[in-house]
T-cell receptor, first 109, second 112 residues
């Protein structure tokens, strides 16, 4: 399975944007880039996904590099409820998700 | 209510015992998955199922057995529990129209 690389942790102030980078240099042409987050003591929660074009939804934006070897999840205005572990995942053709260690996001009030 | 549920939420068992973790979803999603998450780590795929009676191994299948006789249920059995299987187990189902996985609340299993 193709792998992703993320920073271990990031900190942000409340109501400021958060940019979470992800490297996936071995991505194949058919791999979708998915982001999930996991709040403390909960199961993972879907955030956003994309293939080639940038994507926006009510939770976040996903910016995908032109060569698709990296992407950035953008939380436009972080709140305390956004404190979680964020996982960048390459979804394979058989729909399996391979979770790495993720990035722990801390939001300061 | 629609959703995905897991039972039990907490389980303590002893080494060598058989344990079955239950997963139920109300959406009739075809794909279902079992993951385990060890303390401080990401999730690892144990088994997955593309439909009733179709299952396949994931990354860490040893020591586990699954079955799927009905679309809505996907039980995971530890045939002879070991301490290394102490973990939090998450079940998920995939919604095809949005290509998203919905996760249950998890079962915290402790093997003494």
């Amino acid at each position: 399975d193709a792998k992703t690389t993320q920073p271990n942790s990031m900190e942000s102030n409340e109501e400021e944007p958060v940019h979470l980078p992800c490297n996936h240099s071995t991505i194949s042409g058919t791999d979708y880039i998915h982001w999930y987050r996991q709040l403390p003591s909960q199961g993972p929660e879907y955030v956003i996904h994309g293939l080639t074009s940038n994507v926006n939804n009510r939770m976040a934006s996903l910016a995908i590099a032109e060569d698709r070897k990296s992407s950035t999840l953008i939380l436009h205005r972080a709140t305390l409820r956004d404190a979680a572990v964020y996982y960048c995942i390459l979804r394979s053709n058989d729909y399996k998700l391979s979770f790495g260690a993720g990035t722990t996001v801390t939001v300061r009030a | 209510d629609a959703g995905i549920t897991q039972s039990p939420r907490y389980k303590i068992t002893e080494t060598g015992r058989q344990v079955t973790l239950m997963c139920h979803q109300t959406w009739s999603h075809s794909y279902m998955f079992w993951y385990r998450q060890d303390l401080g780590h990401g999730l690892r795929l144990i088994y997955y199922s593309a439909a009733a009676d179709i299952t396949d191994k994931g990354e860490v299948p040893d020591g586990y057995v699954v079955s799927r006789s009905k679309t809505e249920n996907f039980p995971l059995t530890l045939e002879s529990a070991t301490r290394s299987q102490t973990s939090v187990y998450f079940c998920a189902s995939r919604r095809p129209s949005t290509d998203t996985q919905y996760f249950g609340p998890g079962t915290r299993l402790t093997v003494l």
